[in-house]
């Protein structure tokens, strides 16, 4: 059974680095054709796609957030990292990280976490 796990703080000040890790069981974050991406979901913007870790490593990122992101991953603990920087109250939402297919389908979430960018 595949399930993905958001972990970090929930409240994060404005101007810090918001850093969230998601843990995955069941199949190696190596796996072929497989992006690991973050999602972000608040009511002003809706979802949001933030970025992805491919099985190579390389990365992608939304062009508008691009400045202020970078996807990492561990390999030998099967997670993949997200880091967002100079957050700002916007940044406010309930975080995902997911599983997306070659043609974009994101086939499984995990169960997202708020993180708040405020004092």
């Known amino acids: 059974q595949v399930q993905l796990q958001e972990s970090g703080p929930g409240l994060v000040k404005p101007s810090e680095t918001l850093s969230l890790t998601c843990t995955v069981s069941g199949v190696p974050i190596t796996i072929n054709d497989v992006y690991w991406s973050w999602i972000r979901q608040s009511p002003g913007k809706g979802l949001e796609w933030i970025g992805y870790?491919?099985?190579?490593?390389?990365?992608s990122y939304s062009p508008s957030l691009e400045s202020r992101t970078s996807i990492s991953r561990d390999t030998s603990k099967n997670q993949f990292a997200l880091q967002l920087s100079s957050v700002t109250p916007e940044d406010t939402a309930v975080y995902y990280c997911a599983r997306m297919g070659t043609e974009w389908n994101l086939e499984l979430w995990g169960q997202g976490t708020l993180v708040i960018g405020s004092s």
């Open positions: 870790i491919a099985d190579s490593g390389r990365t």
